[in-house]
Every structure is written in structure tokens, then in C-alpha cells.
């Protein structure tokens, strides 16, 4: 097999990918399995490096958002969750509402396994509001040791309850079963459903079908008996299994929302598939037609491992809904640990949510804008801001009064001149953007740039995690990389275990005013970067040994020739919402 770019993801005490065969059949699965740690409770949580303001629990392991929805009033977000301890196993649906998506109550779960058809798990999937205002949800279970997926439904026990606190797994589950000829241990995670002019709703799988990736689409008329479709609704060669696929549509103009269902001439569709070879997602923007159910991704998109992403870092397993309540759509990711397992049995924990985003179609039409829930802004404290600061090459100017670790940074930065930007090298148009960054990222010298924050920092001890820009010249005019480097964001003398990548990628922004935007969200383990008003974001999980709680430093820095300026910066101290 092709192991994952993510090289920490790749070295599992035994990786369950590739690792069974029953009857002959190929059984596959996506998470490293460590039996002998998944039962292990935690005993004393650590709480160096837990999240202030990110979606954690108080305890073990966490990963896929699931069934993300508004529903009379309250947010709820369900997700997979080890009740047992910090690795993955057990998995089960955990749940938690919101009135306003930072602040958590948690609920007891919502699906756990105990039936035929999800006895030996609860996997991903999503959830649907009916006519009526009748919400259900649909997820994969397994039924047998060898991981065949079915997939099933849960209704609430009482649709007027406003938590949804009990559901119901009716006994004429699974809904449905792989047919012959698809891979039954590669046929999981149920998108939200949309209903097509013709009155059948629609929802896709996602599988794999000679080294294909499939988003298998089936059809129904009253959301229990489904059919599949002859085709697929859009399909991929060479990428691999498709995991948790996502499929909405967009307006073409304006940041409102659609419900899954929104169709019409001003309306685009995006598709998204998780591709469990590189641990990354991907999307593309094209059209749908109702007539013969298929997706057509727009002329220039790009559907292999270098096509475009929500977030060019530790970001995966995202699922998006449509916030009715404030006519918006918004996407949540998972973000995993980079250190090992036996670091996450020590600290009791491991993954966190990143912070929600409104999601809209960008102006150009070429990919989609990102930005953090407006309710985020509510945790701001403790202002402070610096005016026109130039920084010379070499210079680090502190950011001081407002608490490093757990921080809001919104900056402007200019320069007068793009005559000191670099050559783009010819070369690398056959790297990823994170590789450019590994040689001309953050801890380099350039002519315009590289430039912007040190994040988590002790400069003392040489520890710091840059989020930067550098700017290059080519025959058709600038490229712009972004980078978010973790190589040297931990001195902890575990390092060469640590997955501490040179995160990238290329941000396609009017530089006519010279000027670029960045706003970084600073909490602890995580660094959550938003370029250009985010038309580019990076997230980095590090672990740094001195930059932690109040020893944490923030520098707006510049490593190139050309003078930066820092026309506004204005950060803010985060406080801790409740948190589960």
C-alpha cells in the first residue's frame, strides 16, 4: 500500500489498513488500532496543551464531527468518541449542544452500539431535517470482526425535546447494505441528504473502487427503502477511497447559505471527499444536473492530491450544514494530535474540533472563502493593537498585553515595493506548497519575505511556530506562498517523534495595494491561520516545552530584504467559554 503523506499517521503499532483478509476480501479501515491502549482509561488528565477555547471533551480520544445541525434554537454536534480512552477505539456517537457554537453542554450519547447492525461499531455520518421539522440521522454501522458497513437510521425519541437527548435505532435498520461488486469494508459515512426536483432524495458513500475514489449516490422516495443509482455522482481515478464526502450547494454571489436542497441559475455545488491515502480533503466547485445525477466539477479544477483544500494543515474529516437560524453554511474539521499514543495515554486526551466556519463561494468563483463563526468574537478580551510598525529585516517586534497562549490576532501588513520578490522556481511546480515551505517557509531568508507572526514562542529557547508570507515572481506575475511551520515549534527531547511539518499553500490574492491580511487563532496546542481573508488556512497542532500558558510569547516578524509594514494589528486574550 501507499502510506499517508503524514508520516506520524503512518508508523501505528499495527495499522488496520491493508492488515485483514476474510474470504478472500481486502478488510480496510482508516484509524490505527492499538488494542492494548484502547481500553485504557485516562487516570490523570494533563491539561498543558488542552485547548481554552476549541470543541474538546474533558477526556479521551475524539475525531469525526458528525451530524452538525440547527434545530429549534440549538446547535448540536455530535462526534466519534472513544468513552474508554485517549487512542482510537470503542467508537461511539458523543453529543453536545449550543445556543450559540462556542459555548458546550454535554449530553450523554446519542448512538452507541448495541444492535446486529452496529454491533461492533458506530461510524460516521450526518443528519437531515425532514418536512415537518422532523430531524434523522443516517450512519454507517458494522455488523461483523471483518468491518462490512451498512448503513443505518435514528430518529429522537421526542421531537420536542430541545436537546434531542434520546435516540431511537429502529429494528428495520440498515437502510442499506453494499451490493455485490463494492467493497463492503470501504462503503461508509452518509452525506446529508438533498431531494432533487423530481420529489427522491439523494445522499452519497463514500468508497473505492479500483483504486478509484466513489461517492456511490442512492435515491429515495421516502427515505427508507434507497436505491442506488447506476453511477456514481462523481467519481475520481488514482485518489483513493473516499471518507466522509460532502456535497452542497453555494450561491455564485453573496455569503448566505442554501439548505441542501437550494437549487436554480445562481447556484453552484461543491463536492468534497476525505482521501484516506494523504489524511487531507479536497474540493472542487461545478454543477449538478437533477436529469442525470451527475456532478461536473468547472473547467480548471484540479481532483488530485494538489487540488484545493478547506485547510492545507491538520484538518480532516470535515462536515458541513446549513445554519438556517443566521442563513449561513458552516463546516467543521477534526483536528488530530501530532504526537504519539503513548503521549496521548499521558495527557489523557487527544484530538480537538477547530473552530466552525462560515464557508461562501468567493467572488472569482474559482474556490471558497473560510471564516471563524461571528460568535467567536464574543471570547475577545484584553485588546491591544500596534500602528504602523516597520520591521526591517531580522526584526521581531513583541506583542505584548494580551495573553500569548490563548489569543485572537487579526493583522495587516503592506510593503512598498514587490521589486525584492524572489523567482519562482520552475522546479517547484512539481512539489506541494508545504514542500516550497520547507525550503523557503518561515525560518529562511528571502527578499520579500518571508514575513508575519511567531506564534507560541519562547525566543529565549529558540521555540516558536512562524505563520508567514512569501512573495515570489514568475513570467505570468506573483504567487503568493503561506506557510505554517512547526519545525521548530517544541525542544522537548522526544522531538524525533513528534509529526512537526512545514505546513503550506498558495494563496491566489490581488496584490495590487500591497497588501495582505492574516488572522491567527492562538490556543496552546493549536494554530489556526487565516489568509487573505481566508481564502487560505493552515492549521498546526504543536506541543511546545517553554512557550506555554504565560511564558508564551507573539512576534510580528520579517526574515526578508524588503522593510514590512504592519499597518494594523489588533489581538485579543481569549476566554474560556464552557466547554462540555
Known sequence: MELPRNLNWALPVFFLLSSLV???????????????????????????????????????????????????????????????????????????????????????????????????GAWSGSATILPGNKPVILYTGIIDPYKTQVQNYAIPANYSDPYLEEWIKPDDNPLIVAPIGVNKTLFRDPSTAWMGQDGHWRIILGGVRKHRGMAYLYRSRDFKKWIKAKHPLHSVAGDGNFECPDFYPVQVTGENGLDSSANGPNVKYVFKASFDKTRFEYYSIGTWSHVDDKYVPDPGMVETWKGLRYD?????????????????????????????????????????????RKVWLDPNGKQLLQWPVEELNTLRTNHTQLRNQQLAKGVWNKVSGITAAQADVEVV???????????????????YAEDVCAIKGGLSEGGLGPFGLATLASKADGEFTPVSFTIFKDDKGYKVLFCSDARRSSTRKMEPKLYRPSFGGWVDVDLSQKKISLRTLIDHSVVEAFAAGGKTVISSRVYPEHAIYDKAELYAFNNGTEIITVENLDAWSMKRPQMN
Open 312 to 356: 492545507y494543515g491538520n484538518f480532516y474529516a470535515s462536515k458541513s450544514f446549513f445554519d438556517h437560524g443566521k442563513n449561513r453554511r458552516i463546516v467543521w474539521g477534526w483536528a488530530n494530535e501530532s504526537d504519539t499514543p503513548e503521549d496521548d495515554m499521558t495527557k489523557g486526551w487527544a484530538g480537538i474540533q477547530l473552530i466552525p
Open 22 to 120: 476474510s474470504n478472500g476480501v481486502l478488510v480496510e479501515s482508516s484509524h490505527k488500532v492499538y488494542i492494548h491502549l484502547q481500553n485504557e482509561g485516562a487516570v490523570n488528565v494533563q491539561t498543558v496543551h488542552r485547548t481554552g477555547y476549541h470543541f474538546q471533551p474533558p477526556m479521551h480520544w475524539i475525531n469525526d464531527p458528525n451530524g452538525p445541525m440547527y434545530f429549534n434554537g440549538h446547535y448540536h454536534l455530535f462526534y466519534q468518541y472513544n468513552p474508554k480512552g485517549a487512542v482510537w477505539g470503542n467508537i461511539i456517537w458523543a453529543h453536545s449542544v449550543s445556543k450559540d457554537l462556542i459555548n458546550w453542554i454535554p449530553l450523554k450519547p446519542a448512538i452507541v452500539w448495541s444492535k446486529p447492525f452496529d454491533q461492533y
Open 413 to 431: 501588513f503592506s510593503f512598498p515595493s514587490l521589486d525584492k520578490a524572489e523567482k519562482y522556481e520552475p522546479c517547484w511546480n512539481d512539489l
